[in-house]
């Protein structure tokens, strides 16, 4: 069974720390996602990365920054972690080839509360 | 040019219903339309994809229909069902690059028993 897993299904933070929130697959997939989720926002991108150390900004990269050391690891760092970015966060993976194997498959979510 | 708009953002049918949420997108190197459906407390799971050579693609009671000098798809389900009740998220796609899925807002839906 595919998976994506994220470390943490909740996390509560203090304005000003810094956060980690990571992901790993396990279905050698070369593409990664962070998405926010917000009511009435939908899927919005943060970050993207489409090999070990290759990244590209989505929509709303800022505050955030990522790292991709290892394949099958993605983590989205908040560096000063603020009330606003309180929300659920969501990563995906994907291979970048045709056919039934371009589905992006998502991990469960971490929500995350900034106080 | 990378927006997909997604109406309505909610929706409450009867149990039977043919509930119908429609997508516009403008950037023609889209070439793949996936539909996401997520329930409460999990992450969004693949429903349904279409690719632009066919109008439309069926899967048990899930239809997508596609327009695509309209540039715009929609999803129907047919003799909804209470468990059909979450959340839709149709998405955009261009497979000639680097994959970068790109989501519409959502529409919650929810059918009546």
């Known amino acids: 069974d595919v998976k994506v897993t994220q470390s943490s299904r909740y996390l509560v933070k203090r304005t000003g720390e810094k956060v980690f929130l990571e992901c790993v697959q396990d279905?050698?997939?070369?593409?990664m996602f962070w998405y926010r989720q917000d009511p009435g926002l939908g899927l919005r991108l943060i970050y993207f990365?489409?090999?070990?150390?290759?990244?590209e900004k989505g929509d709303i990269p800022e505050g955030y920054s990522v790292s991709r050391e290892k394949k099958e690891r993605f983590s989205l760092i908040l560096e000063s972690a603020s009330t606003n970015q309180t929300s659920m966060y969501l990563c995906?993976?994907?291979?970048?080839?045709?056919?039934?194997?371009?589905?992006?498959?998502f991990g469960q979510g971490t929500r995350l509360t900034v106080v | 040019q990378q927006q997909v708009k997604q109406s309505p953002q909610s929706l409450i049918v009867q149990k039977g219903g043919i509930p119908i949420i429609n997508c516009a997108y403008e950037?023609?190197?889209?070439?793949?339309f996936p539909w996401y459906q997520q329930f409460p407390g999990k992450g969004p799971a693949l429903l349904i994809a279409?690719?632009?050579?066919?109008s439309e693609k069926k899967e048990g009671r899930f239809t997508i229909s596609f327009n695509k000098s309209a540039k715009q798809f929609s999803l129907h389900i047919m003799d909804s069902q209470p468990g059909d009740s979450a959340t839709y998220f149709c998405a955009a796609v261009s497979t000639s690059g680097t994959y970068k899925y790109i989501f519409g807002t959502g529409t919650r839906l929810k059918v009546l028993a």
């Open positions: 279905m050698d997939h070369e593409n």
């Open positions: 950037n023609t190197a889209f070439d793949y």
């Open positions: 279409i690719r632009p050579d066919v």
């Open positions: 995906a993976s994907s291979s970048p080839h045709g056919g039934r194997n371009t589905e992006a498959f």
């Open positions: 990365s489409y090999d070990v150390k290759m990244k």
